[in-house]
């Protein structure tokens, strides 16, 4: 919910338009003026998607795929590389990394 309201905070300084919607049900391919999307890896439940056919959905319109992973999940997880991730962002601040230390 937090990352929601930060990106359509960010978005509306940008004038860009912000859809929040289910991966599932949502028609990528029709968006060609979509430049990417972003999910959480796990979601919210902590239930892991493949976003194989999102990424290609996207791809296929020149658009990207962002992956907000949770590092400690990508142990046993399958790599968001693997379904087509463009762009993959995660804190490690659960691991004791503090926010000013970089990136």
């Known amino acids: 919910p937090q990352s929601i309201d930060l990106m359509k905070l960010r978005a509306k300084y940008f004038g860009m338009e912000l859809i929040v919607g289910d991966h599932k049900s949502t028609d990528f391919k029709s968006m060609d003026k979509l430049c ?11 239930l892991l998607f493949d ?27 399958k790599p968001p590389s693997e379904f087509g991730a463009d762009v993959v962002v995660g804190s490690m601040q659960r691991f004791g990394v503090p926010m000013w230390f970089g990136g």
């Open 36 to 46: 990417g999307a972003l999910v959480q890896y796990p979601d919210t439940d902590g």
């Open 51 to 77: 976003y194989s056919g999102l990424a290609d959905a996207l791809h296929g319109n020149g658009a990207h795929l962002v992956v907000s992973a949770d590092p400690l999940a990508l142990v046993a997880a």
